[in-house]
């Protein structure tokens, strides 16, 4: 079975700039999440889908992050401008909705450079 | 609101010893109980996880956790560590109905020596 496919793996860019991560999920999950996993700490949750809608984006800093998933499928998350605090490593995860949750399979993850 | 904090930052142990990662959990309602692993440029790969019946649970690797309820805590253990056992390790809850997201603690960065 295929895993979470997350590009790019590496991504450096100035502040102020624009960026995009793409992330396909396994086949066949329908609830995607994106985290964001800073130098020293646990993965935090920046939104997560269910299909193509938003189940909770509470946590995301909407003012510059903005995510979709157009078609309950593959996502996109950007940054629009950049900080340098957004420096971090991007995951993506999926899990299948059966009747209960069962466990999230994650991405090798985007690592973001902000300088 | 829903936390989980790993006490120990940083662990360093030598080959064979026995490991005890510490994992306690604040959250509302009954849970599931995870532990991940992120081996050095790998991705997070689950280690095993908690969902109800017997409160301790075996996972990959020879590793086991227990769920004590009364204290929140889902300890991860493992008799006597490897080399290849190096890595991060994290804990990880969400709520045992509905699609809930996981929240993860901090990390454990565990250093095996030889």
């Known amino acids: 079975e295929a895993g979470v496919a997350q590009s790019p793996r590496y991504k450096i860019i100035e502040k102020r700039q624009s960026v995009a991560f793409w992330c396909n999920p396994i086949?066949?999950?329908?609830?995607l999440y994106w985290y964001q996993q800073i130098l020293g700490q646990g993965p935090k949750l920046l939104i997560q889908f269910q299909n193509n809608g938003v189940v909770d984006d509470s946590q995301l800093p909407k003012d510059r992050f903005s995510a979709e998933r157009l078609k309950g499928v593959d996502s996109t998350l950007k940054i629009q401008p950049a900080k340098l605090e957004d420096s971090a490593v991007y995951l993506c995860a999926s899990s299948y909705i059966g009747r209960r949750f069962t466990e999230a399979f994650f991405g090798q993850g985007t690592r973001l450079t902000v300088v | 609101a829903q936390s989980v904090s790993q006490h120990n930052h940083h662990v360093i142990l030598s080959e064979a010893a026995s490991l005890e990662l510490g994992c306690n959990y604040s959250y509302g309602g009954t849970v599931n109980l995870f532990w991940y692993v992120q081996y050095p440029g790998q991705h997070l790969q689950l280690l095993l996880k908690y969902f109800s019946g017997d409160p301790l649970v075996k996972g990959i690797k020879g590793f086991e956790a227990e769920f004590i309820k009364s204290k929140f805590s889902f300890n991860l253990r493992k008799p006597s560590v490897q080399w290849s056992d190096t890595a991060e390790y994290f804990c990880?809850?969400?709520?045992?109905?509905?699609?809930?997201?996981?929240?993860f603690g901090k990390g454990t960065r565990l250093s095996v020596i030889a």
């Open positions: 086949s066949g999950h329908a609830t």
């Open positions: 990880a809850v969400n709520g045992h109905s509905g699609n809930t997201p996981l929240v």
